[in-house]
């Protein structure tokens, strides 16, 4: 059966860092694009980043500019996204998921929603 458990959450001061890990099991994420999304309170869910099955593509939501970055490790069956100077607007429960690869799929733009999730992780950025 295929999971996605993250961890890595927590309270952090604003202008700190963290980074948060997506494990899978059940499945290798070789051939799976893995998606980085958050939901803040009383707002929707928005997509956050995206990195292809291969690693050779990521994607960014511009309000980020430049301070998160996704990678993966694929020996590891793991997919990482690095905040740094992160903001307390950045508040949100974070979600990894995972969608079979197709061509495109993480290549110039995000995508709006995947087909398998995390149950995800709790970041607070609050002095």
């Known amino acids: 059966q295929l999971q996605l458990v993250e961890s890595g959450g927590g309270l952090v001061q604003p202008g700190g860092s963290l980074r948060l890990s997506c494990a899978a099991s059940?499945?290798?994420?070789?051939?799976?694009?893995i998606g980085w999304f958050r939901q803040a309170p009383g707002k929707e869910r928005e997509a956050v980043s995206c990195?292809?099955?291969?690693?050779?593509?990521?994607v960014y939501a511009d309000s980020l500019m430049g301070r998160f970055a996704i990678s993966r490790d694929n020996a590891k069956n793991t997919v990482y996204l690095q905040m740094n100077s992160l903001k307390p607007e950045d508040t949100a429960v974070y979600y990894c998921?995972?969608?079979?690869?197709?061509?495109?799929?993480?290549?110039?733009?995000?995508?709006?929603?995947?087909?398998?999730w995390g149950k995800g992780t709790l970041v607070t950025v609050s002095s």
């Open positions: 059940g499945f290798t994420l070789d051939y799976y694009g």
């Open positions: 990195i292809n099955a291969n690693g050779a593509s990521t």
């Open positions: 998921a995972a969608e079979r690869t197709r061509p495109g799929l993480c290549v110039g733009s995000l995508v709006p929603s995947m087909t398998s």
